[in-house]
């Protein structure tokens, strides 16, 4: 005799519902975003640990002239944040009007073909793996910019006090706060030759205010780089001498201190000495480099032709927080020699940091 009754199905027995292709399809590309997210958020977690710095001495024409053997470079190097200095590109912003120094002029054809030029060269590999912040001066002098991997999220401020809207005059500052570091990028006014506003004066009122910056500084370790316009010691030239004896158009400062090659007077050296000591920094390619080494031991090389030939100096720096003196890995010049192998068309040579990353060990507490 037929049963006309279905057996009763126990719960949960019943077969799911098979999914579509494309249905599958979602819920794979769903999967892998989530994994993707997930793998941005641990990587934004963790702190930069591979730097350069570099004084460009006009981004806009090693974007025209040096693109390939510079994006070589930081292929090579794979730094985690790049800092450059003397950018030299114009803040946006109309003749007469406000500027904004985080944005490049192009309100002209001829600052458009620039940016044009410029922008191009930043969003080709590696540089388009990069998020950039600029401060920029209002003419063609000056400004920074830099250039952090885009998994990093850190907050950016564009002077020494931190206030939000504020940028450095001729754009001087980039400060970068990330989870367990601060960066501060710089392009330090150079000393000049004269006892004047524009000179002597105005670098003691820098060297204040970074004096300032960096005992207000202690909460976090710093990372402090860029084109500080400052040889701290003898080794730090390669004509100790010849610097030290320099004069522009026959002037000697009444003071002493303030005699020589702007970069190398004794006041100059005096005031970097009580930063680092004061802000309890270390020069992190001295900790490393003891000796003097006449062949790679400089950032800046004088014009092949004339008195400044052959003449050079070490003016490029990372400083760095002794919190972080045990974790320096290298820090390295990238330039050699007095025709600026390596300089890439600049009067500076590419400087590099790299740390460890933080043990136990190196962060006891």
Not at 51 to 70: G, I, M, V
Request: include cysteine; hydrophobic fraction near 30%; charge should be neutral.
């Amino acid at each position: 005799m037929k049963r006309f009754f279905q057996p009763i199905e126990k719960e949960g027995s019943k077969k799911k519902p098979s999914l579509s292709a494309s249905e599958c399809s979602q819920v794979a590309e769903a999967k892998a975003e989530d994994e993707r997210k997930e793998e941005a958020a641990e990587e934004s977690s963790k702190e930069p640990l591979k730097f350069l710095t570099w004084n460009a001495n006009s981004f806009l024409l090693r974007a025209k002239n040096n693109w390939p053997e510079l994006s070589k470079l930081v292929e090579k190097l794979d730094p985690d944040v790049i800092a450059i200095q003397e950018v030299r590109m114009p803040a946006a912003g109309s003749k007469g009007a406000p500027k904004n120094p985080g944005e490049l002029k192009d309100d002209t054809s001829s600052s458009r073909d620039e940016k044009q030029t410029l922008m191009r060269a930043i969003s080709s590999p590696p540089f388009r793996n990069y998020h950039v912040w600029w401060s920029l001066a209002d003419t063609k002098y000056g400004g920074t910019a830099l250039f952090v991997k885009k998994h990093f999220q850190p907050k950016v401020f564009f002077s020494l006090d931190r206030t939000a809207s504020k940028h450095e005059p001729d754009g001087r500052v980039i400060l970068a706060e990330f989870n367990t570091v601060r960066l501060l990028n710089t392009y330090v006014p150079n000393n000049g030759w004269k006892d004047d506003e524009s000179s002597f004066k105005r670098r003691r009122k820098w060297d204040k205010r970074m004096l300032e910056f960096v005992l207000q500084s202690s909460d976090k370790p710093l990372i402090w780089c860029g084109d500080l316009n400052v040889s701290h010691q003898e080794i730090d030239v390669s004509h100790p001498d010849f610097f030290r004896n320099a004069k522009q158009n026959g002037y000697i400062p009444p003071n002493k201190e303030d005699r020589g090659q702007p970069g190398f007077t004794l006041a100059e050296r005096q005031r970097f000495s009580t930063i680092l000591t004061e802000g309890k920094l270390i020069d992190a390619y001295r900790f490393l480099h003891k000796e003097q080494d006449m062949e790679c031991g400089f950032s800046w090389s004088g014009n092949p032709v004339g008195k400044y030939r052959g003449k050079r100096m070490r003016i490029d720096y990372f400083a760095v927080s002794e919190k972080l003196k045990d974790r320096i890995a290298s820090c390295e010049m990238h330039g050699q020699g007095i025709e600026l192998e390596g300089f890439y068309g600049s009067d500076h040579c590419p400087l590099s940091l790299e740390l460890l990353p933080e043990t136990l060990e190196s962060n006891p507490s």
